[in-house]
């Protein structure tokens, strides 16, 4: 399978990159002396990547074991190195769930199958970065964004 973006130069430091699915995205980087941003930043969007690789792994399995949860949340850290080109070399996943009756077996056994099997991204970024994982459990609250 081969997936093909193209990435358009939108003027200063902006660029507009389209996906497979037809969507676009803007991307652009912090500049000095400018407070105004237009798009996303390309590494964290990388981070973004990651966690919805995972995320849309985890809610799978969790749908296909009939597990209910009230919200969930991915939150991605990653530290760059000091050096260019700079990286991620170490990257923190937290797994927030949301709900009264969690199935904590359940919500664990959906994570480790994406983190150990399913997810793609998650594989990636086993190549340059120490990846750590870790499972928080929210009983009879919501997260609200």
């Not at 260019?84 to 170490?90: D, R, V």
Request: aromatic content about 10%; hydrophobic content about 30%.
């Amino acid at each position: 399978m081969v997936h093909k973006t193209t990435t358009h130069w939108k003027g200063g430091l902006t660029f507009e990159s389209d996906n497979p699915s037809g969507k676009t995205v803007i991307m652009d980087t912090d500049i000095e002396g400018q407070n105004e941003r237009f798009g996303l930043s390309p590494k964290a969007m990388m981070l973004s990547s990651l966690a919805g690789c995972s995320g849309l792994d985890v809610i799978s399995i969790l749908n296909k074991m009939n597990e209910k949860i009230d919200d969930f949340k991915i939150e991605v850290s990653g530290e760059l190195t000091e050096e260019h080109p700079k990286y991620y070399h170490t990257v923190q996943v937290d797994y927030h769930f949301y709900g009264s009756e969690l199935n904590q077996k359940k919500c664990e056994r959906a994570v480790n199958l994406s983190v150990e099997k399913y997810c793609g991204v998650m594989e990636m970024f086993r190549q340059f970065a120490k990846v750590k994982t870790e499972i928080y459990y929210h009983i009879g609250t919501k997260h609200n964004m």
